[in-house]
């Protein structure tokens, strides 16, 4: 069974609350079998991860604290995880940030130090991420991370974080060159829009909602759960011959012109 994800040990990065894309990965990945290890950023969220971890049967998660902002943090946890499960075979790295003034108006008011930290945390992040997993994915791996639309078209007030984006979407392409000889796979999921902590920072997010359910083939918006299950997809045997892609779970909206 090539989706059965039983003796895996896959890393869920970003899980906020119960609306977190990462926690509708986790779930699918947990029905699919995976163990899983989940890091959080700030102490304020720890006990939110605990929680919902403690609703998953089983056994228990090992949370551990990472703030992609810093080298050390990274490192830390990638130490700790190793320690205590040795190898890992995924990392969902489902992790964003902008302030939220640039996230509305003109892109072209974005200031330096908004466009740094939003590119730090959301693109590079990744990159820092992948050299540190690499290292426990010694019988190979999959990383998947989460993209948007707005990093390959312009989308009303998602500005800055579309340059994150398409600054990510690159990433994902080089990394998947770079560690495909190791058969660690990178790819990305472009999720539709969904209702989340981070997605209440971007201006008039309603709407957006709503030019989904009437234009996309769909008609309707997408859920955390079926972006989770198109990861458990990527995390899976399944796609063993995909790499550097990126996947749309958006109800089709992408191909419209
Ligand atoms: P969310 O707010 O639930 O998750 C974002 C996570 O990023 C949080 O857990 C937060 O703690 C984490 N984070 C922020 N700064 C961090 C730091 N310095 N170190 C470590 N973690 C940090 O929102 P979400 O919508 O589930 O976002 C998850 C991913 O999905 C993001 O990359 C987002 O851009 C992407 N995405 C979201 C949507 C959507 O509409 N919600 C659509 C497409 C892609």
Redesign the pocket.
């Known amino acids: 069974d090539l989706l059965n994800l039983k003796g895996k040990n896959i890393v869920v990065?970003?899980?906020?609350?119960q609306?977190?894309?990462?926690w509708g990965i986790a779930r699918s990945l947990h029905d699919a079998g995976a163990n899983l290890i989940f890091?959080?950023?700030?102490e304020r969220?720890e006990r939110n991860v605990q929680d919902l971890s403690a609703t998953l049967e089983g056994k228990n998660s090992l949370i551990v604290p990472?703030?992609?902002?810093s080298d050390e943090d990274i490192a830390k946890c990638f130490t700790k995880i190793k320690e205590e499960v040795g190898t890992i075979h995924g990392v969902a790295h489902?992790?964003?940030?902008a302030n939220k003034e640039d996230l509305k108006g003109d892109f072209v008011d974005t200031s330096r130090e908004g466009f740094k930290l939003s590119l730090d945390?959301?693109a590079y992040?990744l990159t820092a991420v992948a050299k540190a997993a690499k290292e426990l994915m010694t019988e190979g791996g999959s990383i998947v991370?989460?993209?948007?639309l707005g990093g390959e078209r312009v989308v009303k007030n998602y500005n800055l974080?579309g340059v994150a984006?398409a600054a990510l979407d690159a990433s994902v392409r080089y990394l998947a060159n770079d560690l495909g000889q190791h058969n660690i796979r990178v790819n990305s999921i472009?999720?539709?829009?969904?209702?989340?902590?981070?997605?209440k920072g971007v201006g008039d997010f309603n709407s957006i909602l709503k030019d989904i359910e009437e234009k996309a083939p769909l008609r309707r918006n997408v859920t955390q759960e079926e972006v989770g299950d198109t990861a458990t997809f990527l995390f899976s045997d399944m796609s063993r011959g995909i790499t550097g892609e990126n996947l749309h779970v958006d109800s089709g909206y992408h191909i419209l012109g």
């Open positions: 990065m970003g899980v906020a609350n609306r977190s894309i990462a890091t959080y950023a700030g969220l990472c703030d992609v902002t489902c992790i964003a940030f945390i959301s992040s991370t989460l993209t948007y974080m984006k472009s999720a539709g829009p969904i209702r989340t902590l981070s997605a």
